[in-house]
């Protein structure tokens, strides 16, 4: 007998087959439908209602469905969904994740060639087999190599944004039990790492089975991989993994340390620890005896603790990467005045339906005051960036009207700018008569991304020295899991930033994450400023903001170097010096 997770595992199956097989949209999502439906009943609910024949009083359960349902409960398997797997050529669901390829590509892939894996379309992309094949041009098979490789790289991390989408629920999901204690996400989630291979959580509870029932009763996790007294791994229905750890509340504090990680920066604070005759463990902190055996067990109640029995400075889970931050911890040289999510101030690059934005000025301006910020910059998209609906210098004295009309309406201060293209040449998009005008200029590259280093680095060079004030947008143009930083000379073109007037942008949009730490670094040891940005197309965007923060924390940044803390008047004199 079938319970409802098994249930709603195989209606959505259908659904997805459905959709893959081409029919009626409707009907899918039909069965989407009915899998929610399932899953929220309980157990006993669902015995009932199948007893009883009175499925179809639930919402959106027509007769169809209730028989399926039955006959899954009943039997353990769906004729429905047995005939239509076999009415699909094996790998074919596989083969339709990959970008471009249609259900109808796949079919001719099949036939044609033989191919029925990833690896298979992977070689013939290679060998340069597809070409033989009618409607399939060299540029396809380039294409569809691309989406092979990107399938592959999406499938080890994803991204902190989704993380937190499927990681946050399901911490609200433990505390919910009377035996959890306290439960926290550890790993590199904890550490705001910009992907994630997998969920780590750590719990402090008296009743670690109690924890562990909880855990693998949570719906939407697809299967308990492995389960012992401490430790339980799941996979979830969207093929996340999570593992979860339990331990009494007296250990807590040590094992949220060591499981946050990271494994680089833990391996340094042993070695720290052994010179110091003790011993750190999930387990503990303990004093080693003569024999060199764990023996006394000191008391540690938060991370500060543990760092002050090694003598070290504290510093919060995003700077544990071992990359200066244990030297730094060392002479007492962690930054106390980290930046802070409260500490900013306003919004710096935004987007509205002017360009590739989805909400009007009047929208987001709304949303500002409602967020209690001071200033928000409208940053649309310039000419050249055709493609975004870039704003044309006629389109952008609409725009000064608009944020005259609506500046009467909000308390938020509304600052002009743009986002302006990064010409191929160097040179930025607007007239200077236009930019002289604008309080914020955000410089980015949004085309000819895969230049060489040694045509990058000049194009970018000539932009950091017009003698006018820049924040550098975006810098690498990296798109995670897409699109890797392109080549430059970093360096180099931090060093004409710093000479000319400008700001670094640390771009908090979660598909972005740009500047990446060790470049953030290497801007603060050239004095640069920073604005720390959401990159908001919607309204909703805005609260992209935190991620920037937490990624300028990874690059050590304090509050006095960013620039949109300051007040509305004094970033105003910061952004248009005189
Ligand atoms: P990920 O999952 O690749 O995004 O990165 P993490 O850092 O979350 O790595 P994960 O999940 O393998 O392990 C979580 C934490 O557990 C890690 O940051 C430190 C700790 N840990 C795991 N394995 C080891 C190990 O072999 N030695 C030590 N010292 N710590 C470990
Ligand atoms: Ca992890
Ligand atoms: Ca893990
Ligand atoms: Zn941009």
Redesign the pocket.
Known sequence: MLGKFDIARALREISQLMTLKGETPFKARAHETASRAVEQLSEEKLAELVDQKRLTELDGIGDSLAAKITELRLTGKSMYLEDLRASLPQGFVELSRVPGLGPKKVQILTRDLGINTLAELEAACVAGRLGAVKGFGEKTQANLLDGVRQLRTRAD?ILLVDAMVAGEPLIAWLRESPAVARAEL????R?W?E????L?IVVATDDGHAVMDRFAAYPEVGAVESRGDTKCTVRLKSGLQV?LRVLPPADFWTALH??????EH??RL?GIARGLGLQISEWGLHKLDSDGQPAEKLLVDSEEALYRHLGLQAMPPEMRENQGEIELAEQHRIPTDLLDEGDIRGFVHCHTNFSDGKNTIEQMARAADALGLQYLTITDHSPTASYAGGVDVKRMRTQWDELERVQSLVKVRLLRGCESDILEDGALDYPDEILEKLDVVIASVHNRHGMDSDRMTPRLLRCMRLPIFKIWGHPLGRLLNKREPFDCRVEEILDALAASQGAVEINGDPHRLDLEPQWIRAARERGLKFVVSCDAHSTAALGYTKFGVHLARRGGVRKGEVLNTLSAADFQKAVRPT
Do not use: C, I, L
């Open positions: 991390r550890a790993g590199s989630f550490r790492r992907t994630v291979a997998d780590d593992d060591h499981f946050t990680g990271s494994k833990h391996v042993r």
